[in-house]
Structure formats: structure tokens, C-alpha cells
């Protein structure tokens, strides 16, 4: 997902489509460009990216950063981002990209599930003036952009099963508008802060032991019934991730916790 704004949307490119507005396209193995967009690509990571795809390689997100992620602070943000890294050959591909496709088909980022929609958020002056903004910007390569099944972004995106993919991407992007602003008091992301904030984003596993087994519980009173899910289920806990980013580094209350100093 990409925070755009209103003075950069007429630069995009693309064709800009509303919900319900139609495109035509299709993909598969059969057409002569197969593969051919997984090579050379920034491809950004969001959080819930790495959560489905380090269960899918069954090995830790430390693992996974660690193999498989450049991270890099661009000069316009206060908060890295990551990209995954390609495979050290010609043609950049994808890291897993076969023979066959996609070698992580069902949990493939956002990005390439989307592909060839490209999603972001118009933000307007307020927090709540927010806009889904939908681009058909397939590449010139691209075969499938001359085939006649028809879409709108939102059956494409149940088509592709995109729902909880763009659900997280959206909460990862209200977190990210925050970093427009520099949270770290001089001391850059890092620094304690902004090493914990990383963590919380883009390592599910090692948020999910600073929880359990630090003094976390002791300094935070957490909903009881909100306990077993924050330990089993990673999409409530990176939820619960982006909340505590918020009310560690801007003090924005949550309803799913609270300092233990204070009443809920």
C-alpha cells in the first residue's frame, strides 16, 4: 500500500478506478509473460507480509529478515522500510520464483496479490478523511492486460482472497502516517526506541516473548479474554502490535490495554 497525496495522484500514471469500476485481465501459465513480473522488483514488505510469510517457510521472522530482507531508511521517512531481496542472478528474480510460479502461492505479499492493481490511501486533512485508491498500471509486457475477463478492484480482490492482506496494510499505513514527523528526539530509529517500534512491526515472534515473558504484563494491564488470542493468533497480535507503536512513541490510548497505574 502507498500513502499518497492529492498532488501526487495526477503523476502516478495508471488508470485511477473507483471500487466498482472495471478492468479487464488474467493470469496464468499459459500466457508467454508467466514469471516475468517476479524479477527486478522493489518490492516493499508490509509487517503482516512477513507474519504469513515466515509460517509459510515454517522459521522464525528473525530468520526471515535476516535471509530475506534488505532494510533501508529513505531519506523523506523517520521508519525503515523493507524490501524483500532478490536472488543474486541476471535477472534479479524473485527469491521464490520456480519453475512452476509462485513457490508461495497462498501467502504471497500484498503487492503481487494485487498485481495488477496497486493499492494506497488518499489521506485528507483529517485523520478520518481517508480514500482507498485503486491503479490499473499493468507493465507494457504484461499479456494479461489484453485478455477479456472482467474485474472491479473489489472482486479481484476476493477473487485473490486480498481482503485480510489490504485490511493490515491499511492499519500499517495509519501507523505509518505517523512517522511523517520525527518521533526519536535526535536519536533516529536507531536508537531503543526505534529498534523496540521495529520489532514490534516486523518481528511477530520475538513481540509475541517481549509480551509473555518480559515484565510487559507487569507494567500493562491487558484484557484477560485478549490473553490466549494474543498468543495464538499473530494477526490480533500484530493489531495489538501497531497499538502499542502508537502509545509508546505518540501516547495515543488503546482499548486493548492500559498502564496498570492507570484505571481501563
Not at 28 to 48: A, K, Q
Not at 72 to 92: A, I, Y
Not at 98 to 114: E, H, K, L, N, Q
Not at 240 to 246: R, T
Amino acid at each position: 500500500m502507498k500513502r499518497v497525496n492529492i498532488d501526487q495522484l495526477h503523476s502516478i500514471g495508471g488508470e485511477r478506478l473507483k471500487e466498482n469500476d472495471t478492468f479487464s485481465f488474467r493470469c496464468g501459465p499459459d500466457l508467454s509473460c508467466f514469471g516475468r513480473c517476479c524479477r527486478n522488483l522493489n518490492l516493499f514488505l508490509n509487517p503482516y507480509d512477513i507474519v504469513r510469510l515466515r509460517k509459510n517457510l515454517n522459521i522464525a521472522s528473525s530468520c526471515f529478515l535476516d535471509e530475506y530482507t534488505d532494510v533501508v531508511l529513505r531519506p523523506s521517512s523517520h521508519f525503515p522500510d523493507v524490501l524483500l531481496t532478490m536472488s543474486d542472478n541476471d535477472e534479479k528474480t524473485c527469491p521464490f520464483l520456480s519453475a512452476d510460479g509462485c513457490a508461495v502461492y497462498p501467502d504471497r505479499p500484498d503487492t503481487c496479490r494485487m498485481f495488477p492493481i496497486e493499492y494506497g490511501v488518499l489521506y485528507g486533512e483529517h485523520d478520518n478523511d481517508a480514500e482507498n485508491v485503486y491503479i490499473f498500471r499493468p507493465p507494457e509486457f504484461c499479456a494479461g492486460r489484453r485478455e477479456q475477463t472482467v474485474w472491479t478492484p473489489l472482486s479481484w480482490a476476493g477473487d485473490q482472497e486480498a481482503e485480510p492482506y489490504n485490511r493490515m496494510t491499511r492499519r500499517w499505513g495509519d501507523v505509518k502516517r505517523y512517522f511523517g514527523n520525527d518521533p526519536w528526539g535526535g536519536r533516529g530509529p536507531d536508537g531503543p526506541k526505534g529498534k523496540m517500534a521495529f520489532m514490534a512491526a516486523y518481528n511477530i515472534d520475538s513481540f509475541r516473548e517481549f509480551v509473555f515473558k518480559s515484565s510487559f504484563l507487569n507494567r500493562y494491564k491487558v484484557k484477560h479474554a485478549l490473553l490466549g488470542s494474543l498468543e495464538r493468533d499473530d494477526e490480533i497480535l500484530l493489531e495489538f502490535a501497531f497499538q502499542w507503536i502508537l502509545h509508546v512513541l505518540w501516547n495515543v490510548e488503546s482499548r486493548l490495554f492500559s498502564l496498570k497505574n492507570r484505571r481501563f
